[in-house]
């Protein structure tokens, strides 16, 4: 299965205008639901990477190596550092998961007997994975609403009708292009609440949106888009004086850095790695954040589903997948490894993982929109439009549309099945583009003994941008080849069957029932899939993936929209919500233990378990779905509507349900 050419892609987007991609979404006043996130204006940020780049700055540092030199591993497990980590963390979800479950109020079921009996032995304990989806800045605010819900620290989430603690309760928390945007700046910022986040603290400029980062922030020292956008360029200067290659990527991630980092000039030293130094991720008392990249091969412009996945994680980078099949710790990135080891005489670097790089990698989709773009903004220096447009100009040659891993951290590892062993650079590109919109790949790795992954999926597969299951169908494509390696996935329906069943307006669960797969020796079923699709509960999120700039009203909107989406409007979509979201909780540590399923999980199970029925019939028209919360007049069914085709929005539609955004 294989995308349409990358290429071709970019010059659609190259091509397609601002008042192409607004025409396609429809406009409407939704009646809201008055489940508002608190306006807490007394919290404070602080960091929790660090400004660690040794440097001082973005440019990577040629140091000592440590005594014991760094080397690649295979991937034939997770590291003995998330071992190790992962035995203090699954301590720490004892008592939020209580909490919690005592709070969903399962008639006939010991919550907190349960959850003490089998905490001992950690393999029974509940094993709790979020995957927030790509999708740019509409992926960051719905995933946000979510995370919101999820967090017990936001006010009003361990109400009636929330899921507050489901984040404390969490094991791993992964995302991708925008889901990664809001990984990143939840991480770099003191594992802040989304709370937080959103209401922010004068003189900074996270989470403003309204200035889009084509104009840069409205800040002390920087007063007008010339002087942001040469201090971007230094700052990528910097990196490139120190002897490593450079790309759009470098300049993208560099940008956001104001809006998703508290820090001064958007903190160009803070690193990935430097998360695993906070006392608080070392004390495991957060999850465990993973970003999502995918390889494109030597002289390839299409990026199939037999791409390799790569993730970021605190303590290292690489891939369980059998052509790279190798880990290389993500500190020394950049460092010259050759055939899995630095030479004896060979220096390690660091600084080469900067946060901004890493999540700029993951959404590097939108490096052709940055080059579209800058160039009719006013005040950005000439010789960095001189730069776009000569980019713009050889973008198809050198291939600096994706981000440049060089020295290639795999160079000369498993050469028998590394398609890029013998490449000096390691070239990754946006971790949507295989269509695995989700970054469910790393949380049903084996290893990771996942029972349960929120997916929440802001993905823009329809013409309206509203999700249709792509990303889904996608990881269950993949999983049939042997790429997969033997992971296995959840069974899927065609994307046709979403549509026409309401499944990608609503939530449902996915692989309920472990008798329906077939189980080698030594294998266990993948982890239950709960897929969250945006959805229109109180104000149209579907918001195009390249819209750069949100005012606050807006911004707000759509948070609360994932809100909802994520707590069923409180309730008041179906009032077993917080039950149901318990039993998928204990679904899998249930069928370990042989513990009966509780009545109300059965009913839950009836109600929102996928159950294999088939639509493929094709959908005719144009997908839009009404409004879930609000009176009478509304709410929708549940299934949404499919309206006649206009034709307005076809470009973006195509480009949409190409790229997976």
């Known amino acids: ?30 009646v809201p639901v008055p489940v508002p996130i608190s306006q807490n204006h007394d919290l404070i940020l602080s960091p929790r990477a660090r ?51 005592k709070r969903a109020n399962i008639e006939g079921f010991d919550a907190e007997g349960y959850i003490k009996r089998v905490a001992p032995d950690v393999k029974d304990l509940p094993n709790v994975g979020i ?32 899921i507050g603690g489901l984040l404390q309760s969490s094991t791993y928390l992964a995302g991708l292009s925008g889901g990664g945007w809001l990984v990143s700046s939840i991480y770099t910022n003191n594992f802040s609440s989304v ?21 840069g922030p409205n800040l002390s020292g920087i007063f007008d888009t010339t002087r942001y956008w040469t201090r971007v360029a230094n700052q990528v200067a910097d990196k490139a ?81 059998p052509t790279t099949y190798g880990f290389v710790p993500i500190e020394y990135l950049g460092s010259n490894f050759s055939g899995g080891v630095i030479p004896s005489n060979g220096k390690c670097v660091r600084g080469f993982d900067s946060v901004s790089y890493i999540y700029g990698t993951s959404s590097s989709l939108f490096n052709a929109f940055m080059l579209q773009n800058i160039s009719s903004v006013e005040g950005v220096p000439q010789f960095l439009l001189n730069a776009a447009n000569a980019t713009l100009d050889i973008l198809d040659s050198n291939e600096n549309d994706i981000a440049q891993y060089e020295p290639n951290p795999f160079l000369g590892w498993n050469n028998a099945t590394n398609p890029s062993a013998q490449k000096a650079e390691l070239d990754l590109v946006d971790g949507g583009l295989d269509l695995q919109n989700i970054p469910l790949h790393p949380l049903i790795q084996p290893f990771r003994h996942v029972d349960v992954i929120f997916a929440v999926d802001s993905s823009a597969d329809t013409i309206y941008n509203w999700p249709n299951g792509t990303a889904l169908r996608a990881s ?11 992971t296995l996935f959840p069974p899927v329906p065609d994307q046709n069957t979403f549509i026409n069943l309401g499944l990608n307006n609503r ?27 945006n959805a229109p509960y109180s104000v149209n999120s579907n918001v195009s993936t390249f819209q750069s700039s949100y005012e606050e009203k807006q911004r707000n909107e759509i948070i609360q929209n994932g809100y909802n989406a994520a707590t069923q409007g409180n309730g008041t979509v179906d009032g077993e919500w917080t039950k149901c979201v318990a039993c998928a909780v204990l679904s899998r540590s249930l069928g370990r233990t042989g513990t009966a399923v509780p009545g109300d999980c059965g009913r839950c199970f009836e109600r929102y378990c996928w159950n294999g029925t088939l639509a493929g019939e094709a959908v005719r028209g144009e997908y839009e779905p009404g409004f879930r919360v609000g009176d009478a007049s509304t709410k929708d069914n549940g299934v949404g509507r499919v309206v006649g085709g206009s034709g307005l929005g076809l470009v973006v539609g195509l480009v949409g349900m190409v790229m997976m955004l």
């Not at 400004?51 to 540092?61: D, E, M, T």
């Not at 000592?64 to 295979?74: A, D, E, H, I």
């Not at 004086?241 to 956001?256: N, V």
């Not at 996915?510 to 080698?520: H, I, Q």
Request: charged residues 20%.
């Open 131 to 162: 995957a927030v989806s790509g999708g740019g800045y509409r992926a960051l605010m719905n995933g946000a609403g979510f995370v919101a819900a999820a967090d017990s620290r936001t006010t009003g989430a361990t109400g009636e009708g929330g």
């Open 507 to 533: 939530p449902t669960f996915f692989g309920c029932d472990v008798n329906n797969f077939t189980l080698s020796a030594g294998q266990s079923a993948p982890p239950l899939l709960v897929y969250i699709p």
């Open 1 to 30: 299965m294989h995308l349409l050419d990358y290429s071709t892609t970019l010059a659609l987007l190259l091509t397609t205008t601002t008042a192409h991609l607004a025409s396609a979404e429809p406009i409407s006043a939704p």
């Open 241 to 321: 004086d120190a002897g490593f290659e450079t790309s759009i990527t470098d300049y993208w991630g560099r940008a956001l850095g104001y809006q998703l980092i508290d820090a001064e000039d958007g903190g160009p030293a803070y690193t990935f790695s430097s998360i695993a130094l906070d006392d608080e991720f070392s004390a495991a008392r957060t999850p465990f954040p993973i970003l999502v990249a995918d390889g494109r091969y030597p002289g390839e412009r299409i990026i199939s589903l037999n791409a390799t996945v790569y993730e970021f994680n605190p303590f290292e980078m690489g891939s369980f997948d």
């Open 476 to 486: 269950w494509d993949r999983s049939q080849g042997e790429i997969a390696n033997g």
């Open 195 to 215: 709370e937080t986040l959103r209401n922010g603290r004068e003189g900074s400029s996270i989470w403003k949106f309204d200035r889009s980062i084509f104009l």
């Open 51 to 101: 400004p660690n780049a040794p440097s001082g700055g973005y440019a990577p540092q040629a140091v000592n190596c440590p005594s014991t030199k760094p080397t690649v591993r295979l991937a034939d497990g997770i590291s003995k550092r998330e071992e190790d980590w992962l035995e203090k963390r699954r301590k720490e979800t004892v008592n939020p998961m209580i909490d919690f479950l």
